[in-house]
């Protein structure tokens, strides 16, 4: 670098720069895709061997036992919360957790009086945590 | 005995600081007073700002607090904490705790995310020509460049070890533009892309397992430690970190990291990076360039990383929104905040902060990887 002028230099630093960083997040770019699909591939897999495996206890059961009442497809609600309401916090749980997680009931949080409720608390942390 | 007393109060008075300051002293206590009014009352990253700015008023009223030690007496107070940032120690710790409170699902989720994180680190390489042709040294442009990088621990980490001497400017100049994150970023993402591209809505990213989760760190940390060893400390402790989060066995090591560990780093970071700001190198020119360096550094980042944004808006076929490319730059979360709130101007039912958090979190690995190809180039 001692021998090299100015100009030399700043034009060394620039692409050596810009393409090692690409090159570098390119690279795992390609590692994130392999391993993530290699992941899903392993998980589906098992599901799919646990899915298997649930069908033929079901179906061995089903000879056995009268059929199961169908299984209501909204959560119990208590009647102050609102359809629409109910809907946004099944659609986010289902955003954050998938499929797996069935929700029974939604119900109002005990409401604390004389304190900030958990929301206001939450965006106070959130704003004066440290980074 | 009159005579005594006389002569203990002018000796008294004379080692006063009133006696040793000069006007540029009193100058930066002047300028430290703005800081803190900035950090308390316009909250401009105050867990940052407050200690450096306290730091400069305590070196500025009395300098002995970062003297060197002689063989007649100890060093002062800050000469002892600022071992931490002149070996490297602090930044590498902020990391870790960064690293316990970020989650990079969104990342994995879409891994194209780490180009826009990419992208957004131009800023540092043209603000390092820039500097070189202000006739800063190459080291001096390097540390003024990586202020690009929107990363407060990467521009300390950097300039700690190419050039110390101008860690105060740095210092202050990189938590003041991170601060001002939201008044920088929107007028360039609004000059560059149309009310189309800002409407495009993007799809909802896939759920990432919890496996992925965790070898996430372990794989970026092998990689990048290969590739670049001079990156190993800040992305070695970034990714240990997530890992501690990720791995949900250590809540105890996560919780510390993010909580007691970060505030005491914090402090001990902010008033010795503080008390660097003597008047003799923040009161120059130098110093003017520094902070217009700085602030063309983050504009060019931004750019860079709309710009690319655009890019891949075009080569998916409308499927990107060009304002996630902005939060490229590592400003976490304000910088996603940001995409997210100049897309809900155009489009209120348009939600891009989780869309936006995968190039805000590749921000972090991309402008510590361009902070460890100029360690090994020019350290």
Known sequence: ?131 | MFQEFLTAITDILKSSGFATSDWQNYVMIGISCVLLYLAIKKQFEPLLLLPIAFGMLLVNVFPGIMAEPTAQANGGLFYYLYRGVKLGIYPPLIFLGVGAMTDFGPLIARPSSLLLGAAAQLGIFITFIGALALGFDPKAAASIGIIGGADGPTAIYVTSKLKPELLGPIAVAAYSYMALVPVIQPPIMRAMTTKKERCIVMEQLRPVSKLEKIMFPIIITVLISLLLPDATPLVGMLMLGNLMRESGVVSRLSNTAQNELMNIITIFLGVTVGATATGKVFLSSQTIKIIVMGLIAFCIGTAGGVLFGKLMCKATHGKVNPLIGSAGVSAVPMAARVSQKVGQADNPSNFLLMHAMGPNVAGVIGSAVAAGVLLSILG
Not at chain 1, 12 to 39: D, E, P, Q
Not at chain 1, 82 to 106: D, F, M, N, Q, R
């Open chain 1, 1 to 131: 670098m001692g021998e090299m002028s100015t100009g030399q230099i700043a034009i060394v630093i620039l692409t050596t720069g810009l393409v090692i960083v690409f090159a570098v997040l390119v690279l795992l770019i390609l590692i994130i895709k392999l391993y993530s699909t290699a992941v899903h591939t392993a998980q589906k897999k098992r599901r799919g061997t646990d899915d298997i495996e649930t069908t033929v206890a079901s179906v061995s059961q089903r000879h056995s036992l009268p059929s199961p009442e169908p299984v209501s497809a909204a959560p119990a609600a208590a009647n102050d919360i609102s359809p629409e309401i109910v809907t946004a916090i099944c659609a986010a749980v289902y955003a954050l957790y998938g499929e797996e997680t069935p929700i029974l009931s939604v119900r109002r949080a005990a409401t604390r009086t004389g304190s900030r409720s958990a929301w206001r608390q939450a965006g106070a942390y959130s704003n004066t945590r440290p980074f």
